[in-house]
Structure formats: structure tokens, C-alpha cells
Nanobody, 126 residues
Framework: QVQLVESGGGSVQTGGSLRLSCAPS????????MGWYRQAPGKQREMVAA???????SYAASVKGRFTITRDNAKNTVYLQIDSLKPEDTAVYYC????????????????????WGQGTQVTVSS
């Protein structure tokens, strides 16, 4: 069973930066879309940024201009560069991979999987 492995979280002060990374624990044939969500205490999980296999990205309004999502298709890795951090960005950040074809046969037969990472904590202090 493939898992998504996240890294890069931590504690920073307001205005600081972090770079989150996420990649599958094993090899997969291809991944359609990858994204980042976050969940703050007492709040629902929300989409932060997403990127498709062609590199087209979308962002939540609250992070536009401060967060940048990129991906390396050769490594099936997605990154989230987060700058100008604010205390309200404090949350557990989760990586999501949609349309994961583990093997070529899954792609041919149209059997995608979806995976979530275990989450990485980002804490921003004022």
C-alpha cells in the first residue's frame, strides 16, 4: 500500500517561510492531481492549493500570493512554498494525491486510487 510522506513542517515566527514536500512512499505509474489541505483546531479541513499533471495550479483566496505549489512529475513529488506566514496559517497540513495509477495496467483499465498523507504541523507565532 502506497503512502504519501510529508515533510517540512515546523514552528516559525510571523513573516517566516517554510517549504513542505510530499511524495509517495513507493513507486507509482502516474498521478493526476496533487494538492495541499490544512486543518486548524476546531475548523474544517480546507483546500490550500492544488496542481494538475500539466502544472496548472489553483489556490485558496486566503493564501494567494503567499503560497506557491509546484510539482516534479519525474519524482511524483509536490511542494508547497509558504512565505509571509501569519498566525492564522497555523494548522496541520495534509497532502492529497488524486487519480493515482499505481501500475500501468491500472491506467489502462481506469482504476485510480486516492491517497492522503499523515499531516505535518505548521505553527506560526506572533
Amino acid at each position: 500500500q502506497v503512502q504519501l510522506v510529508e515533510s517540512g513542517g515546523g514552528s516559525v515566527q510571523t513573516g517566516g517561510s517554510l517549504r513542505l514536500s510530499c511524495a509517495p512512499s513507493g513507486s507509482v505509474f502516474s498521478i493526476n492531481a496533487m494538492g495541499w489541505y490544512r486543518q486548524a483546531p476546531g475548523k474544517q479541513r480546507e483546500m490550500v492549493a492544488a496542481i494538475d499533471s500539466a502544472g496548472s495550479a489553483s489556490y485558496a483566496a486566503s493564501v494567494k500570493g503567499r503560497f506557491t505549489i509546484t510539482r516534479d512529475n519525474a519524482k511524483n513529488t509536490v511542494y508547497l512554498q509558504i512565505d509571509s506566514l501569519k498566525p492564522e496559517d497555523t494548522a496541520v497540513y495534509y497532502c492529497d494525491a488524486d487519480g493515482v495509477f499505481n501500475y500501468y495496467i491500472d491506467y489502462v483499465e481506469g482504476r485510480p486510487d486516492d491517497y492522503w498523507g499523515q499531516g505535518t504541523q505548521v505553527t506560526v507565532s506572533s
